[in-house]
């Protein structure tokens, strides 16, 4: 082995751990690629977190409302159960059609 050969195994040594490392930080377990994965992933979820908190407030004024405004109760038991006090008329409608009255 002459000295330039074995002066280019010398310098490509290091060279190659370096390029190993910085390949496996970025592609290895738990590397860059995992991080930027679990980020989205992150974002996701709280995305689908926010979109359900959204839903259970909604959900909440309405048990609220239920709570204390009796024409909505009345209403959807009227138009959930298709109950109604006595002597009371319900009209269903399909577009600007009467389909049913009880």
Same mark, same amino acid.
């Given at each position: 082995?002459?000295?330039?050969?074995?002066?280019?195994?010398?310098?490509?040594? =290091?060279?190659?751990?370096?390029?190993?490392?910085?390949?496996?930080?970025?592609?290895?377990?738990?590397?860059?690629?995992?991080?930027?994965?679990?980020?989205?992933?992150?974002?996701?979820?709280?995305?689908?977190?926010?979109?359900?908190?959204?839903?259970?407030?909604?959900?909440?004024?309405?048990?609220?409302?239920?709570?204390?405004?009796?024409?909505?109760?009345?209403?959807?038991?009227?138009?959930?159960?298709?109950?109604?006090? =006595?002597?009371?008329?319900?009209?269903?409608?399909?577009?600007?059609?009467?389909?049913?009255?009880?």
């Amino acid at each position: 082995m002459d000295a330039r050969t074995r002066h280019i195994l010398v310098l490509s040594g =290091p060279f190659v751990f370096i390029v190993g490392i910085i390949g496996f930080t970025i592609f290895g377990e738990g590397g860059a690629r995992d991080v930027w994965r679990l980020e989205r992933e992150a974002d996701v979820s709280q995305q689908r977190w926010a979109e359900a908190d959204v839903a259970n407030d909604r959900r909440l004024f309405e048990i609220q409302r239920q709570k204390t405004d009796h024409l909505q109760v009345e209403r959807l038991a009227a138009d959930e159960l298709g109950l109604a006090r =006595p002597g009371a008329t319900l009209y269903w409608f399909e577009g600007d059609e009467i389909v049913r009255v009880r």
